[in-house]
Structure formats: structure tokens, C-alpha cells
């Protein structure tokens, strides 16, 4: 059974990947923090890491560079930020897949 982490703060979306990824048959963790992921993938070796930049520690950036310091594992990076800056520094986090997402349209065109 697969193990995946997904770092996220919005517990909407925290319900909405787990739901989706039990069915599919992972096992799912959730980490609310930027510190708690860096220590749930030292902890738990997960397979995938699903990742959401903006956490309330930490830069999610930030903490792909951690992880990236003691672990190769596959990296998943949600994010709604669409500005250059970002863009940039983005690119420090090596081997990470980037999606750009609009939960946040989804969900109020569905409220």
C-alpha cells in the first residue's frame, strides 16, 4: 500500500485528498506544518509527498529544500501563487513536480 504525505493547512482540502487517495487504496498522512512534514517524512518514509506552499511556519519551498537534504522521495507541489517570485525560487526546489491549482475558485463556485 502506498504512503503518501500530504502537507496542507485548509482541513477542506486536507478531508477532500484523503478521501480521494483512501478509495484509490493509499495510506494517507496529514501534516499541518511546514516543521511536522520534515519530521513525518524522516519518521514515516513515505512514498509521495503532496505539498502546499503556503503553510503558517514556513515557506512550502523551504520545506522541500529541507526534505531534499535526507530524502528523495517524490514531491507533489500544489500551489494557488502564480507570481514570478515564487517562480524563482521555486526552482531551488530540485526534483519536485509543480501543479498550480484553484481550489480556492472550486470551492466558492460550489459553496
Known amino acids: 500500500m502506498p504512503r503518501v504525505l500530504v502537507v496542507d ?3 477542506s482540502l486536507l478531508k477532500a485528498l484523503r478521501i480521494g487517495l483512501t478509495a484509490r487504496g493509499d495510506e494517507v498522512a496529514i501534516a499541518r506544518s511546514g516543521a511536522e512534514a520534515v519530521e513525518q517524512v524522516a ?3 513515505p512514498d509521495l509527498v503532496i ?6 511556519d514556513t515557506d512550502g519551498v523551504d520545506v522541500c529544500r529541507r526534505i531534499r537534504e ?3 522521495v517524490p514531491i507533489v507541489v500544489l500551489s494557488a501563487y502564480g507570481d514570478e517570485r515564487r ?3 521555486r ?7 509543480w501543479t498550480s491549482t484553484s481550489f480556492t475558485t472550486w470551492r466558492r463556485a460550489t459553496a
Open 87 to 89: 517562480k524563482v525560487r
Open 91 to 97: 526552482r531551488r526546489c530540485r526534483r519536485a513536480t
Open 9 to 11: 493547512d485548509d482541513p
Open 70 to 72: 535526507f530524502s528523495r
Open 43 to 45: 519518521l514515516r518514509r
Open 51 to 56: 505539498l502546499d506552499l503556503g503553510l503558517p
